[in-house]
């Protein structure tokens, strides 16, 4: 039992009537993101709504993610396949924090490559939401590199402020844009 399959009972995925449309940039959820928000340091990856309840997600591998010479490092591309699957939530209109997240590295992936990662939610059990992901070099039909199966678990905005560091929880809070995007997630008619 990986607890990752979903139980009977579970449903299928639903869009939100909000959710952007396909083909629109999803933006970052917060700049100081390392997966989608602008720090130089980061993966800067940037998703795009798909149809359904999917996203699609570019990352170019630079020489700050090496493991191997030349090779993207398994954790950088875990980070990018969570960060995909964390995407998921804007056309859930859900928050949504990884529970478990468990993946193929099925290919090395060299410094420099495009990588294509797509998501999808699979189905939902209360709070319990069930996807997956893939990962392809150099464009969205080529070689297989990475696969990986999520179960992420819904949380209220709360969770944050109980458990991020005061110093930016205080800056998230005196910023209405952020504010003004975590509740709009929280609140899920
Ligand atoms: C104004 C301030 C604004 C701040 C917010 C700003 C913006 C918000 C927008 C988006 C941000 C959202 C996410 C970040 C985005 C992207 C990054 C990518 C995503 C991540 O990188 S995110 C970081 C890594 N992530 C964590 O940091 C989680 C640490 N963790 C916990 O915080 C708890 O662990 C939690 C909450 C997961 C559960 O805790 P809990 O107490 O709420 O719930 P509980 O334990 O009861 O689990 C309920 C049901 O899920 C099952 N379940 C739980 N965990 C499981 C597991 N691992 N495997 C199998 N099943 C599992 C149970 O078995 C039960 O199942 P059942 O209902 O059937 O009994």
């Not at 396909?22 to 390392?34: I, R, T």
């Amino acid at each position: 039992m990986t607890g990752l399959t979903p139980p009977e009972g579970a449903t299928e995925p639903v869009r939100h009537p909000d959710a952007p449309a396909p083909g629109e940039p999803l933006g970052a959820h917060y700049d100081q993101c390392f997966g989608c928000g602008d720090q130089s340091r980061g993966l800067g990856l940037s998703a795009r709504a798909g149809e359904g309840v999917s996203v699609t997600a570019d990352f170019t591998v630079g020489a700050g993610h090496q493991g191997a010479p030349g090779l993207a490092h398994g954790g950088v591309l875990a980070a990018a396949l969570d960060e995909t699957l964390g995407s998921l939530n804007w056309l859930q209109r859900v928050i949504a924090v990884t529970g478990r997240l468990e993946t193929d590295f099925v290919r090395p992936v060299p410094v420099g490559t495009e990588l294509h990662l797509e998501a999808r939610v699979t189905a939902v059990h209360g709070r319990k939401i069930y996807c997956s992901a893939a990962g392809r070099i150099g464009s969205p039909d080529g070689p297989l590199a990475l696969r990986a199966q999520a179960l992420f678990i819904e949380v209220r905005v709360d969770h944050f402020i109980e458990n991020g560091r005061a110093e930016e929880i205080d800056a998230a809070l005196a910023d209405p844009d952020q504010v003004k995007l975590a509740r709009a997630f929280e609140v899920n008619p």
